[in-house]
């Protein structure tokens, strides 16, 4: 069942110095109740923006233009003030990209499981403490951090610490921005093994956000592609590593990314993402596209049913139940 139905979304940013970017195109996106869904891509194609979006967590200069969003069935699109901070206690949670900004230098990590659990009950020290510790251990980490600032921790405690004050909220959805950005390959594997680990437990739904699609495709239960604010795939992770479908997709397949990038390389994919503040027609993943014909550059590929999932290719489209290979 659609815990999240995000229908036909569009975000614009209005830099007060530059051009308006459409950051997020007219995409729709459903996440089912306890589904871990990745969200892949390269760097500025919209992933963060989108991920905000859906749990209304947008900030000026990033405007909701267009579409609806309905979680548990009710549009939360019209939300403002208290209902919207009702919602987001009840239901929404973020992840923030790096663990170190989502936390408070000058506050102990148990400072700051007092500030989340008291601006939400009345709620004494021990009890406090109590609850820390338990979540904490549910992230692998033991009641030795509370009395630690984020400084004496490492990069993946930080995010361990940072996962384990959203758990604190109880939250339906959370959405990790890049998780593991910034730590390295080993503790990246186990910071991913731990939200896995953590959804199937907690029962919550998930949007993992990562430009890794190696790293989040073996962890997620189906993989959302996004180029240039819209999106191009989404599929079961499984059948996205053995049948790709869209040019992009493989392309990402085939290259390896280095872990401790904040971009991918796309390999035998020459030049890079528009501008997303110009006007385009056709598909955007045109210019890049080894298999690009007449049509791809006349008419913009909307997102349809291929197989078990669905792709934004006319090659692909076309092929059916088959699907566009490149290389
Ligand atoms: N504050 C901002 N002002 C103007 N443009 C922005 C701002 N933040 C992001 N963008 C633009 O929006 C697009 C999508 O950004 P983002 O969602 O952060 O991408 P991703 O998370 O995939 O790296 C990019 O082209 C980026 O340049
Ligand atoms: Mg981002």
Same mark, same amino acid.
């Given at each position: 069942? *659609? $815990?999240?139905?995000? @229908?036909?979304?569009?975000?614009?940013? %209005?830099?007060?110095? !530059? +051009?308006?970017? /459409?950051?997020? #195109?007219?995409?729709?996106?459903?996440?089912?109740?306890?589904?871990?869904?990745?969200?892949?891509?390269?760097?500025?194609?919209?992933?963060?923006?989108?991920?905000?979006?859906?749990?209304?967590?947008?900030?000026?200069?990033?405007?909701?233009?267009?579409?609806?969003?309905?979680?548990?069935?009710?549009?939360?699109?019209?939300?403002?003030?208290?209902?919207?901070?009702?919602?987001?206690?009840?239901?929404?949670?973020?992840?923030?990209?790096?663990?170190?900004? *989502? $936390?408070?230098?000058? @506050?102990?990590?148990?400072?700051?499981? %007092?500030?989340?659990? !008291? +601006?939400?009950? /009345?709620?004494? #020290?021990?009890?406090?403490?109590?609850?820390?510790?338990?979540?904490?251990?549910?992230?692998?980490?033991?009641?030795?951090?509370?009395?630690?600032?984020?400084?004496?921790?490492?990069?993946?405690?930080?995010?361990?610490?940072?996962?384990?004050?959203?758990?604190?909220?109880?939250?339906?959805?959370?959405?990790?921005?890049?998780?593991?950005?910034?730590?390295?390959?080993?503790?990246?594997?186990?910071?991913?093994?731990?939200?896995?680990?953590?959804?199937?437990?907690?029962?919550?739904?998930?949007?993992?956000?990562?430009?890794?699609?190696?790293?989040?495709?073996? +962890?997620?239960? /189906?993989?959302?592609?996004?180029?240039?604010?819209?999106?191009?795939?989404?599929?079961?992770?499984?059948?996205?590593?053995?049948?790709?479908?869209?040019?992009?997709?493989?392309?990402?397949?085939?290259?390896?990314?280095?872990?401790?990038?904040?971009?991918?390389?796309?390999?035998?994919?020459?030049?890079?993402?528009?501008?997303?503040?110009?006007?385009?027609?056709?598909?955007?993943?045109?210019?890049?596209?080894?298999?690009?014909?007449?049509?791809?550059?006349?008419?913009?590929?909307?997102?349809?049913?291929?197989?078990?999932?669905?792709?934004?290719?006319?090659?692909?489209?076309?092929?059916?139940?088959?699907?566009?290979?490149?290389?």
């Amino acid at each position: 069942m *659609a $815990l999240l139905e995000a @229908r036909a979304i569009d975000v614009v940013y %209005t830099p007060a110095d !530059r +051009a308006p970017v /459409r950051a997020v #195109r007219t995409t729709s996106l459903i996440v089912d109740s306890g589904e871990l869904v990745g969200l892949v891509g390269e760097s500025g194609c919209g992933k963060s923006t989108l991920g905000l979006a859906l749990i209304r967590m947008l900030r000026p200069p990033a405007h909701q233009t267009g579409g609806i969003i309905l979680f548990d069935g009710v549009d939360v699109t019209q939300l403002r003030g208290e209902q919207l901070r009702h919602q987001r206690h009840q239901g929404f949670a973020l992840v923030p990209q790096s663990g170190m900004n *989502a $936390l408070n230098p000058v @506050r102990s990590v148990k400072g700051h499981f %007092t500030d989340i659990l !008291r +601006a939400h009950e /009345r709620i004494g #020290r021990a009890e406090i403490r109590q609850r820390a510790v338990q979540l904490l251990g549910k992230v692998g980490l033991d009641s030795t951090v509370l009395d630690r600032y984020p400084h004496e921790l490492s990069g993946g405690m930080r995010q361990r610490v940072a996962i384990a004050l959203v758990l604190a909220l109880d939250p339906r959805l959370i959405v990790f921005d890049e998780p593991t950005t910034a730590l390295d390959v080993i503790v990246q594997a186990g910071v991913i093994a731990t939200i896995r680990q953590l959804q199937q437990e907690e029962g919550f739904s998930a949007l993992v956000i990562s430009h890794d699609l190696g790293l989040v495709v073996g +962890a997620t239960d /189906r993989v959302v592609v996004m180029y240039a604010g819209q999106i191009v795939e989404d599929q079961s992770s499984e059948r996205l590593l053995r049948h790709p479908r869209h040019p992009y997709t493989q392309a990402l397949l085939r290259c390896y990314a280095d872990p401790r990038a904040d971009e991918v390389h796309l390999e035998g994919i020459v030049g890079s993402p528009p501008d997303l503040s110009t006007p385009t027609a056709g598909c955007l993943f045109a210019p890049r596209c080894p298999l690009a014909e007449e049509i791809c550059w006349k008419s913009d590929p909307q997102l349809s049913p291929v197989g078990d999932g669905q792709v934004a290719c006319h090659m692909a489209q076309r092929t059916g139940r088959g699907h566009a290979r490149v290389g």
